[in-house]
């Protein structure tokens, strides 16, 4: 994405269109990644959207964790605070948040608690994870940093090993994925949370803007069991679409994904027709 700007908190950079009546989306990326990981998507998007990649706190060229946000009672909320800040600072009106994972979390967050900022939100498999599970196992965070740092030590086989186990990716989206593992503060990753200490579902039932959450089949984040607490909730501005993906939904199966979610986009963003 050009254009980068660095703002005194967390670096972002826009795309797309400059025209300030155009719609805004804020891309909020997931655990590991970077606001650079959204190619595909942003070049489909620029033409109609204005574009705002962010990095979340502790990742890519923004600042790390401090020993007292660290320390806080939920440092998601430091990151959430934030990425509140950006917002208020692009949106020349409401903006459509776009979020994946921890950034679909913090989309959740925003959207039940600023509709005055959110137009609406596009949340790929958000982190709701409930509160007692959600500092991940010593096992896991151990593997996930030494990942982290194979990335940094031998990033050519890394990406070669990414690219045969994700053949339908999007070529495009394979560096900035890779080179993202190597800017993440791994002071946060050793908490091993993504996800808030306020139950997942008080923020759902909050959510007062039109959303489109997207599940994939072959991802065990959003299982069952939690679909069906979400639907049971029947919040009418909230639906819920299943594809077969995994996690990775929009990188996994690009084509299907923008087929759902680019005709949800025009219909609440009130989208301006390019010059």
């Given at each position: 994405m050009p254009n980068a700007l660095d703002a005194a908190d967390l670096a972002y950079r826009w795309a797309g269109r400059t025209d300030p009546t155009?719609?805004?989306?804020?891309?909020?990326?997931?655990?590991?990644?970077?606001?650079?990981?959204?190619?595909?998507?942003?070049?489909?998007?620029?033409?109609r959207y204005r574009v705002v990649g962010v990095d979340l706190l502790g990742h890519g060229r923004s600042p790390r964790f401090t020993a007292d946000q660290l320390a806080s009672p939920?440092?998601?909320?430091?990151?959430?605070?934030?990425?509140?800040?950006?917002?208020?600072?692009?949106?020349?009106?409401?903006?459509?948040?776009?979020?994946h994972s921890m950034g679909g979390?913090?989309?959740?967050?925003l959207a039940a608690r600023h509709p005055d900022l959110v137009r609406a939100a596009v949340l790929e498999e958000p982190a709701w994870r409930d509160p007692a599970l959600r500092v991940q196992s010593r096992e896991v965070v151990a593997e996930r940093i030494a990942?982290?740092?194979?990335?940094?030590?031998?990033?050519?086989?890394?990406?070669?090993?990414?690219?045969?186990?994700?053949?339908?990716?999007p070529d495009t989206e394979l560096e900035p994925w890779a080179r993202a593992k190597t800017e993440v503060d791994e002071a946060?990753?050793?908490?091993?949370?993504?996800?808030?200490?306020?139950?997942?579902?008080?923020?759902?039932?909050?959510?007062?803007?039109?959303?489109?959450?997207?599940?994939?089949?072959?991802?065990?984040?959003?299982?069952?069991?939690?679909?069906?607490?979400?639907?049971?909730?029947?919040?009418?501005?909230?639906?819920?679409?299943?594809?077969?993906?995994g996690h990775c939904v929009r990188r996994d199966v690009p084509e299907t994904y923008h087929a759902l979610v680019d005709p949800w986009l025009a219909e609440h963003g009130a989208v301006v027709t390019p010059a």
């Amino acid at each position: 994405m050009p254009n980068a700007l660095d703002a005194a908190d967390l670096a972002y950079r826009w795309a797309g269109r400059t025209d300030p009546t155009a719609p805004t989306l804020v891309l909020l990326h997931g655990l590991g990644d970077s606001g650079d990981c959204w190619p595909d998507a942003v070049r489909r998007w620029s033409p109609r959207y204005r574009v705002v990649g962010v990095d979340l706190l502790g990742h890519g060229r923004s600042p790390r964790f401090t020993a007292d946000q660290l320390a806080s009672p939920d440092p998601m909320e430091e990151m959430y605070a934030a990425a509140l800040d950006i917002v208020r600072r692009v949106a020349a009106g409401p903006v459509i948040l776009v979020g994946h994972s921890m950034g679909g979390g913090i989309a959740t967050a925003l959207a039940a608690r600023h509709p005055d900022l959110v137009r609406a939100a596009v949340l790929e498999e958000p982190a709701w994870r409930d509160p007692a599970l959600r500092v991940q196992s010593r096992e896991v965070v151990a593997e996930r940093i030494a990942d982290c740092r194979r990335f940094a030590e031998d990033p050519d086989e890394a990406l070669a090993d990414g690219r045969r186990e994700n053949p339908t990716w999007p070529d495009t989206e394979l560096e900035p994925w890779a080179r993202a593992k190597t800017e993440v503060d791994e002071a946060f990753l050793e908490l091993g949370v993504a996800s808030f200490t306020t139950p997942w579902e008080q923020l759902v039932r909050g959510i007062r803007v039109p959303t489109l959450v997207i599940v994939g089949a072959r991802s065990t984040l959003l299982g069952a069991g939690t679909r069906a607490r979400a639907d049971a909730l029947a919040n009418p501005q909230v639906r819920i679409e299943t594809l077969d993906a995994g996690h990775c939904v929009r990188r996994d199966v690009p084509e299907t994904y923008h087929a759902l979610v680019d005709p949800w986009l025009a219909e609440h963003g009130a989208v301006v027709t390019p010059a």
